[in-house]
């Protein structure tokens, strides 16, 4: 009977030492583990809030959903050594978490995003009615953005980000690299008309 | 050169085109945005958050052989898959028993009570050889000969005897 059958059997106890290093490298392995994800979180915190905020435009519903792309990191992080890109991967994470809230968050009133916006966009050496105009102004841009078919609106809003290159916006929206450039075109093209009709 | 650098190259480029062009895309509102520096200290909450969160319930340490990604519990599971389904199999085989298909109808040999006569090898007929018997049986009736009188005879056409329709019979009469 060979020591696996023995240990089915029920007769042969299992030596300390075994179970002793089995437990010392899982607790090393969790170490490990946790170390990974504490220095994902430095890195990738603000990034990650950056993404959540350009969707939500609410600072709270923001953090809520970076603390929720880290709990679903948590949870998955034995599979962390198999992810190439974390950044990326971190980003299509919160990006599938944002969209998720925002779809639901659709019967829920809008927030003034107004009001929002001049609280929050940087208004150094503006006047008070500077600000306003300018909040104004950003508001009606989202607004337009917003009317945007979905498929190009993700990818303008993506394109926004500086860090974020056409490749890995394509690795976030599962898609190609030249569909990225001909949404973006779209995105663009559209953008322009409604902007161009709004004034006129 | 870098994602970011090309992705700034690519924004730079769209940027000039729309001054050129004199429209606006709306696109620096949402570089605006996307520029916006994370809140202080969200780094520290999320990391409260974690430590908050529950960790993988382990009540038993299993030793190593034990785990399911060894080699040997692999085997052991797909073993284990194969042995249920045959057996599983084989018993449902075992119990259904093919219906047998009765050819002939085996009476019960008559055997007489004891202290009684015996049936003298008579052997009973069922009716249903006889045939079913008819109550109100259909008498058919015979079909009767035809009487010469009762040969209806075809009207003659009277012809004139100066027609041509008349010659051939006053020639068959001559």
């Avoid at chain 1, 010392?24 to 994902?40: D, G, I, P, Y």
């Avoid at chain 1, 971190?90 to 925002?102: F, P």
């Avoid at chain 1, 503006?126 to 841009?141: D, G, K, N, R």
Wanted: aromatic share 4%; net charge positive; proline share 6%.
């Amino acid at each position: 009977m060979s020591t696996s059958q023995a240990v089915f059997a029920g007769w042969m106890e299992i030596p300390n030492s075994a179970v002793n290093q089995d437990a010392r490298s899982q607790t090393e392995q969790t170490a490990a583990e946790e170390a990974t994800l504490v220095a994902l979180v430095s890195q990738y915190a603000g990034t990650l809030y950056r993404v959540a905020f350009s969707v939500l435009r609410n600072p709270a519903d923001a953090e809520d959903a970076v603390q929720e792309a880290f709990l679903r990191v948590l949870r998955h992080r034995d599979t962390l050594d198999e992810v190439r890109d974390r950044r990326v991967w971190l980003i299509r994470i919160v990006w599938n978490i944002v969209l998720d809230r925002k779809r639901r968050a659709k019967t829920r009133p809008e927030t003034d995003d107004v009001t929002e916006l001049a609280r929050v966009l940087p208004h150094s050496g503006l006047s008070a009615e500077e600000i306003a105009s300018a909040a104004q102004h950003h508001a009606h841009v989202l607004a337009c953005v917003d009317q945007l078919p979905a498929k190009e609106r993700q990818v303008l809003m993506l394109s926004a980000f500086e860090e974020l290159s056409s490749v890995e916006i394509a690795t976030v929206l599962d898609i190609s690299e030249s569909s990225v450039r001909s949404r973006l075109f779209r995105a663009r093209n559209l953008m322009a008309g409604l902007l161009k009709h709004e004034r006129q | 050169m870098k994602p970011s650098e090309e992705n700034t190259m690519i924004n730079l480029a769209a940027r000039r085109a729309d001054r050129d062009t004199g429209r606006e895309t709306g696109e620096d509102t949402l570089r605006l945005i996307a520029q916006l520096p994370a809140p202080e200290g969200i780094e520290d909450r999320v990391r409260a958050e974690l430590r908050a969160a529950p960790r993988r319930a382990r009540v038993l340490s299993w030793p190593a052989a034990l785990r399911s990604d060894s080699p040997w519990m692999r085997s052991a599971a797909a073993a284990a898959i194969v042995f249920v389904v045959a057996g599983g199999g084989w018993g449902v085989y075992s119990r259904v028993q093919q219906p047998q298909l009765a050819r002939v109808i085996v009476m019960p040999p008559r055997v007489a009570a004891p202290g009684s006569f015996s049936s003298a090898a008579a052997i009973r007929t069922p009716n249903t050889l006889n045939g079913p018997v008819v109550a109100n049986p259909v008498t058919v009736k015979p079909v009767t000969e035809t009487t010469p009188a009762q040969v209806v005879q075809k009207p003659v056409k009277r012809v004139q005897p100066g027609t041509a329709a008349a010659q051939p019979v006053a020639a068959a009469a001559k």
